[in-house]
């Protein structure tokens, strides 16, 4: 150590920049490290804040299920009889979509399911609310949730690929494991079935 002249010490050896120096950045990060230090900071920023945007956003669209309306709507659901086996045509089907008829009614490989105790998941605000009332096979089949999986007209799915249809099987597997079948979804120009009290019974007495 040495007595630099004006009262400090500095290590033997060492230029301005030295550990005693007392030179301009000693004992700083680089500019560099800082920089990337910030960089960090302001990523992590932005992902908390993305995060909660997007709980916010849940919030919104799911949280009035619970809200004095969606209540509502589920208690005059599982107030409803089992419905009665029927087929439907496509605009038939419509009317059951959850808003327009408390009842809800969705098709799957030409096959009508009544969803309506799944009405947190089918109703007008749940996330595969879009199938209520049509047929949701394509929907289903290509994991799209858009309106363009939907079809005005009859669709006899002759477009898909192997896997798709078998997808759309292991779906219509499920729904009638988990909910009601009421009949089918005629195509254009069916007649539909005339279903017999016994036949109904009998239907509903497998699913139990």
């Not at 030179?23 to 490290?33: D, F, H």
């Not at 799911?62 to 589920?74: I, K």
């Not at 799944?118 to 879009?130: D, L, T």
Request: charged share 30%.
């Amino acid at each position: 150590m040495a007595d630099d002249g004006d009262g400090r010490l500095r290590t033997e050896g060492s230029g301005d920049g030295g550990l005693g120096g007392g030179g301009a950045g000693a004992g700083e990060p680089p500019a560099g490290a800082a920089a990337a230090v910030g960089g960090e900071m302001l990523l992590n920023v932005g992902l908390l804040a993305l995060a909660l945007l997007a709980a916010y956003r849940l919030y919104l669209r799911w949280g009035t299920r619970s809200g004095p309306g969606g209540a509502a709507r589920q208690s005059q659901a599982a107030a409803l009889p089992r419905m009665k086996r029927r087929d439907f045509s496509l605009e038939q089907l419509r009317e059951f979509d959850g808003a327009r008829n408390p009842r809800i009614l969705l098709a799957v490989n030409g096959k009508v399911f009544d969803v309506t105790k799944g009405s947190k998941f089918y109703g007008p605000e749940g996330p595969y609310g879009i199938f209520a009332g049509r047929d949701a096979s394509r929907g289903l089949a290509t994991f799209c949730l858009d309106k363009d999986a939907l079809r005005d007209e009859y669709d006899d799915l002759s477009d898909l690929n192997a896997v798709q249809m078998e997808s759309v099987r292991e779906w219509e597997m499920q729904f009638k494991e988990k909910y009601d079948y009421v009949g089918r979804l005629l195509k254009p120009g069916e007649e539909p079935s005339e279903y017999t009290d016994e036949e109904d019974t009998k239907d509903h007495t497998k699913q139990e």
